[in-house]
């Protein structure tokens, strides 16, 4: 879900190749709710193997992975840890917004509306704790490190991107912002044309990176006005926020009466948490240090046992996509050699 922040901060667009030779942390469980939502059939039915067991996670994983590091950038992949209580209502009602979705979705199918159906089927999207560990096994072949964050994923990879250890964050939610991560980088897995729902028109998206510091200055806001802002028009802490707030009536009020007492001072509040909680919430979040940053070779065996035996992947196409990882480390590995002479 995230914090609806699109009408309000700038970013600048960006290509794959901006990326090279850059590390970056990505938000996994974001990425993987892309995959499982947008890789479908025409009616909406997610790709699965002939057992029925869904692999559309695994075929975006492995093929905008290597990708991306075919073209130079470093990946890791950050996962949620335990949420935190506050969350609970946001869970329970995105359950139940895929039971209605489920409705909805097998009423299309029965009078054959597959474009409905497709965008229904988007809604019902879900990540089960097995696709979460052979997503994690899959990395691991790769030669991708995956970080086990204690909570969310999206603060633990702002953190290692405050610490130096990568250059952006990688997430389609702004919340890393609010996390306070230096650099956020969008739209990286889902570059290319894209169909406007109920329309014959279609949109290229583009990679995006947001410089929080420069929006900061920007917007004239401190970080924690910024945060403030956020919780007013809702995050998932308090979706949807206070009815009648929405970004620019927020940014207003942020801007004209700057304390967290006076924000929230006369605000209806109708959720369990507090704003304040919400607040310290994103100021100190729990992280962990005790995350490696290697990469390594990927293990062809175990991908091709993984993919093509377990899950009847094409086995030329995740060989090519394989190469094609091994050819950019062995030019890079060339380059190195022909430095040193």
């Given at each position: 879900m995230g914090v609806p922040f699109k009408?309000?901060?700038?970013?600048?667009?960006?290509s794959i190749k901006d990326l090279a030779g850059k590390k970056i942390a990505v938000d996994a469980h974001n990425t993987l709710y892309q995959f499982v939502s947008t890789i479908r059939q025409y009616d909406g039915s997610p790709l699965a193997d002939s057992?029925?067991?869904i692999t559309s996670h695994?075929?975006?994983?492995?093929?905008r992975t290597t990708?991306?590091?075919?073209d130079g950038v470093k990946p890791c992949f950050v996962f949620d840890g335990k949420p935190p209580v506050f969350k609970n209502n946001t869970v329970s009602t995105r359950r139940n917004a895929r039971e209605k979705a489920r409705e909805e979705y097998e009423q299309a199918l029965k009078v054959e509306d597959y474009e409905t159906a497709r965008s229904k089927s988007m809604q019902m999207a879900r990540l089960t704790p097995e696709m979460i560990e052979e997503s994690k096994k899959l990395l691991k072949f790769i030669g991708v490190p995956v970080i086990q964050a204690p909570c969310e994923g999206e603060?633990?990879?702002?953190h290692m991107c405050r610490n130096g250890d990568v250059f952006a964050c990688v997430s389609q939610d702004y919340d890393s912002l609010l996390f306070k991560s230096p650099v956020l980088v969008r739209n990286l897995n889902i570059t290319g044309k894209?169909?406007?729902?109920?329309?014959?028109?279609?949109?290229?998206?583009s990679p995006e990176m947001i410089v929080l510091k420069k929006e900061l200055e920007r917007l004239g806001l401190s970080q924690e006005q910024l945060i403030m802002l956020a919780i007013l028009v809702g995050t998932?802490?308090?979706?949807?926020g206070i009815f009648g707030i929405g970004p620019k009536t927020a940014y207003k009020r942020v801007k004209e009466l700057k304390t967290f007492n006076k924000i929230f001072a006369g605000i209806e509040w109708s959720f369990d948490v507090s704003p304040k909680e919400i607040f310290d919430l994103f100021m100190n979040h729990p992280v962990t240090d005790d995350y490696s940053l290697k990469w390594e070779e990927p293990d062809d065996k175990a991908l091709i046992k993984l993919l093509c035996s377990e899950h009847e992947f094409g086995e030329d196409r995740v060989v090519n996509a394989l190469k094609r990882v091994r050819d950019f480390n062995k030019s890079k590995s060339q380059t190195g050699l022909d430095k040193f002479f």
């Open positions: 009408d309000l901060v700038h970013s600048e667009e960006i057992k029925g067991r695994l075929s975006g994983l492995f093929y990708k991306i590091m075919s603060a633990q990879a702002s894209r169909k406007i729902p109920y329309r014959n028109a279609y949109v290229n998206i998932d802490y308090n979706p949807k």
